[in-house]
C-alpha cells in the first residue's frame, strides 16, 4: 500500500484566482494521477503526472488551466488556474502501485464563490 | 469508450442483512477490477482489487467477483454494520493500464 497527503484538505478561493494543490507520498512510485470529483458524481481522471517530463493531460483538460509538476518520485503538484464556480470539486490524487492497483490521497475540497 | 454503471445508485437496509452491490462495464478489455469505499467528503479507499484472470477475490466480510466475458463485478457484504455506511465506487483499469474508468457509485446506509 501508500500512505498519502494532500495538502490543503480544503479551501474557499474566489473566482479568477488559482489554488496549488500538494500531494506527497510515503515512498517513490512511478505512477501518479490526478482527478476530480464534481457534486454527486463519480472521478474523472485529469491527467497523470510524470516526473521529469510533461503531465498527460485527458480529454476535456489542458495544461493552461491544470498545471501539473513531478519534481520527483514522491511529489506532486496540481493547480486549478483562473477558477470558476465550475471548479468547485473534490481534486484526488492516487498513486499506482503492482498491477496497477490504485491508492488514493484524502483528497482537497475545493469551493469557488 | 468504456462505460461503467453501477446498481442501485443508493441502498439502504437493516443491521445483520447480506447484501450485493453490482457494477457492470462495457469492454471485457480490462486489466483489473477494483473497489473502493468513499466517506462523505474524504477519499476513496481501496478494498478489493481483482486481477481480469481471477473470479473472486475476499477480505474479511467482503467477496467481490468478477465475470470478464459478461462484464460484470458483484460486492457482497455479509452481516452488514451501521460502520458500512458508505459509498461503494468500482472502477477499471484498460488492458494497456494507462486509463481508469469508474463508476458512478452505490450509496449504502445501513441501520442500527
Known amino acids: 500500500s501508500a500512505v498519502i497527503s494532500q495538502k490543503p484538505s480544503r479551501d474557499i478561493c474566489q473566482r479568477g484566482t488559482s489554488l496549488t494543490i500538494q500531494c506527497q507520498v510515503d515512498s517513490q512510485v512511478t505512477m501518479m494521477f490526478w482527478y476530480r470529483q464534481q457534486p454527486g458524481q463519480s472521478l474523472t481522471l485529469i491527467a497523470t503526472?510524470?516526473?521529469?517530463?510533461?503531465?498527460?493531460?485527458e480529454s476535456g483538460f489542458v495544461i493552461d488551466k491544470f498545471p501539473i509538476s513531478r519534481p520527483n518520485l514522491t511529489f506532486s503538484t496540481l493547480t486549478v488556474s483562473n477558477m470558476s464556480p465550475e471548479d468547485s470539486s473534490i481534486y484526488l490524487c492516487s498513486v499506482g502501485r503492482l498491477s496497477y492497483e490504485q491508492y488514493f490521497g484524502p483528497g482537497t475540497r475545493l469551493t469557488v464563490t | 469508450k468504456q462505460e461503467v454503471t453501477q446498481i442501485p445508485a443508493a441502498l439502504s437496509v437493516p443491521e445483520g442483512e447480506n447484501l450485493v452491490l453490482n457494477c457492470s462495464f462495457t469492454d471485457s478489455a480490462i486489466y483489473n477490477l477494483q473497489w473502493f469505499r468513499q466517506d462523505p467528503g474524504k477519499g476513496l479507499t481501496s478494498l478489493l482489487l481483482?486481477?481480469?484472470?481471477?473470479r473472486e477475490q475476499t477480505s474479511g466480510r467482503l467477496n467481490a467477483s468478477l465475470d470478464k466475458s459478461s462484464g460484470r463485478s458483484t460486492l457482497y457484504i455479509a452481516a452488514s454494520q451501521p460502520g458500512d455506511s458508505a459509498t461503494y465506487l468500482c472502477a477499471v483499469t484498460s488492458n494497456t493500464g494507462n486509463q481508469f474508468y469508474f463508476g458512478t457509485g452505490t450509496s449504502l446506509t445501513v441501520i442500527p
Open positions: 481483482i486481477q481480469s484472470s481471477q
Open positions: 503526472a510524470n516526473q521529469g517530463s510533461e503531465a498527460t493531460y
